[in-house]
């Protein structure tokens, strides 16, 4: 979400021109960011293609409400054209220059969070629905998908709050995970499903 978006939730006033009403609200929070645009067509071993086109927005600058202030850095990339293997090694490559992490809050939320004070509350996993005639990949990638965004829906408040809750919502969505792995291991890729393993026991004994 860029500043923008962000401006229209904290407008003191508000109008609709269909009926000409005017909604007046208290500034809540302020953003004030430095805002970076990119468009390129870098060249990646992971696109079959040898290309992808992606958008690049870097963002810094300050969430402010009341007396509270955070500072704030994000990289946004979006795909554009070409393959999501290619924004992923991009991604990689990001981490590797500085660590990173995949952001699940906007910078409304958590501006908007400064200022009531609360904690980043804690979820538990959303009912997965498969539609009618999905295949088994496709199937396969809602399952893991599911257990992924469990995951990191929990992570703000463990990381910002400590809250046991949401550590604990982690550790179901990671188990979730291995019981999946354990279910598709006969139609897994085994190298992908090894290393995935490997990874979900060295996580485990973190949490």
């Known amino acids: 979400m860029d500043s923008h978006r962000m401006a229209s939730l904290a ?11 005017v909604l007046l609200f208290p500034e809540m929070f302020y953003t004030d960011m430095e805002m970076q645009f990119l468009r390129k067509d870098p060249v990646r071993p992971h ?13 810094r600058g300050t969430l402010a409400a009341g007396e ?19 924004l992923y090694a991009l991604a990689l490559e990001l981490n590797e220059m500085a660590p990173v992490q995949i952001a699940v809050r906007s910078k409304a939320e958590r501006a908007y969070a400064l200022f009531t004070g609360e904690p980043p509350p804690w979820h538990k996993a959303k009912k997965l629905r498969f539609a009618p005639g999905v295949t088994v990949d496709g199937g396969i990638t809602a399952v893991f998908a599911s257990c992924f965004s469990h995951w990191m829906a929990n992570e703000p408040a463990v990381l910002e709050s400590g809250d046991p809750e949401g550590l604990h919502q982690m550790r179901v969505a990671l188990r979730r995970m291995r019981s999946a792995l354990t279910l ?12 995935l393993k490997g990874e979900s026991q060295w996580v485990g004994s973190a949490l």
């Not at 407008?11 to 000409?20: D, H, I, K, P, Q």
């Not at 509270?68 to 393959?83: H, T, V």
């Not at 598709?184 to 290393?195: E, H, K, R, S």
């Open 11 to 21: 407008l003191m006033t508000t109008g609709f021109n269909a009926n000409r009403t």
């Open 47 to 59: 696109d079959r293609a040898g290309q992808f086109l992606f958008y690049h927005d870097f963002d």
């Open 68 to 86: 509270r202030s955070l500072p704030n850095a994000e990289i946004e990339l979006e795909l554009l054209k070409g393959s999501k293997q290619a």
């Open 184 to 195: 598709f291991d006969g139609v897994l890729p085994m190298m992908q499903a090894g290393w």
